[in-house]
Nanobody
Framework: QVQLVESGGGLVQAGGSLRLSCAASGRIFSINHMAWYRQVPKKQRELVAGITSGDSTNYAASVKGRFTISRDNAKNTVYLQMNSLKPEDTAVYYC??????????????WGQGTQVTVSS
C-alpha cells in the first residue's frame, strides 16, 4: 500500500506565496512521474505542474513563471512553490504519483487534497 500525504495549503493574500509538499510512503520500489493537480467545484481536475524521474517539468500556461515544481527522490517527496498567487489559484490541490511497486508495473496514486485559498 502506498500513501501520498500533502501539506502546506492554507489562506494567503493575493501576491503571496505558499509551498505545498507531498510525501509518498509505503511499498515503493521507485517513483516515475509526480504531479500537482487542482480542482474547483463543478469543474474538472486540471494539471498544474508535473515532473518526471529525470526532472523534466511541465506547467499549465496559467501558472508558468509563478509556480515551480521540484522533487527530492531520497525523501519520495514532491514540492510546489507557488509565488504571486492570484484569487483564481484558489482550489483544492492534489498530489499525484506514478509508483513502481512491482516492476515493471506502474500504479497511479493520489493524495487526499489540500485547500489553497487566495484572498483578493
Amino acid at each position: 500500500q502506498v500513501q501520498l500525504v500533502e501539506s502546506g495549503g492554507g489562506l494567503v493574500q493575493a501576491g503571496g506565496s505558499l509551498r505545498l509538499s507531498c510525501a509518498a510512503s509505503g511499498r515503493i520500489f521507485s517513483i516515475n512521474h509526480m504531479a500537482w493537480y487542482r480542482q474547483v467545484p463543478k469543474k474538472q481536475r486540471e494539471l498544474v505542474a508535473g515532473i518526471t524521474s529525470g526532472d523534466s517539468t511541465n506547467y499549465a500556461a496559467s501558472v508558468k513563471g509563478r509556480f515551480t515544481i521540484s522533487r527530492d527522490n531520497a525523501k519520495n517527496t514532491v514540492y510546489l512553490q507557488m509565488n504571486s498567487l492570484k484569487p483564481e489559484d484558489t482550489a483544492v490541490y492534489y498530489c499525484n504519483a506514478g509508483v513502481v511497486v512491482n516492476r515493471p508495473y506502474v500504479y497511479d496514486y493520489w493524495g487526499q487534497g489540500t485547500q489553497v485559498t487566495v484572498s483578493s
